[in-house]
């Protein structure tokens, strides 16, 4: 099946790649965040193009902004941030007071880190759902058209229900159909995982610095 989606409006902030281990030097990797300031691309308040018909979006109160923008800045790179807060939640050296007090530490950043992961990928996914409605909305459209037109013909009677439609889009469209599904199941469940992530890292801190009171065992 061919879907048309030009009209679909895009936001995807993909003007500035982030590092990776493929990345070949430091340079390379901040090329295109030059390009995306002059396009206007770090301003993530900035007005979506082709919308200058409707009113402005309100700004928030500044110091909310900078904040914002400070947790979403360009660059940041969420697949590095994964790894290290994964590793950095295994705690193999903390024998004694002193190394305890730097892993209570060192696991209270962890957590921030992890939640702030979250939240940037509760942002994207909510965007890729958004996104992924011109696909998702046209195959569920083709299903219903079509069961509209065997009501139209007398081939069916009954009413059309939004299972009848899903049921139609599988068998019309499975590929198709099954690729859209399985991809926004997967960013909700990449989100879940993250939020499990950002809970267990909080748990963790909390672990962590009640092992350092008097009461504690091996300390």
Known sequence: MTTSTES??????????TADADTPSPKA?????S?????????IFQTAPHQAAFPKAPDMQRGFQTIVKDIFADGYNVLEEWKEIRAAMVI?????????????NDQE???IRAHRLYVVAKVEVSAYMRETEATFGAIRQSAIENLEAQKSSGARTKQITDKDAVSEAARMHPDEWADICTRRERADAM???LL?????AKSRCYTVSNMMSPGARGV
């Open 8 to 17: 679909a409006p895009r936001r995807r902030r993909r003007t500035a790649p």
């Open 29 to 33: 990797a901040a090329k295109p965040k």
């Open 35 to 43: 390009t995306s300031k002059a396009k206007g691309g770090d301003d």
């Open 92 to 104: 193999n050296d903390a024998l004694s007071p002193e190394r305890l007090k730097r892993a209570a």
């Open 109 to 111: 950043e962890i957590s």
């Open 191 to 193: 989100l879940s995982q």
């Open 196 to 200: 499990r992530i950002s809970e267990a």
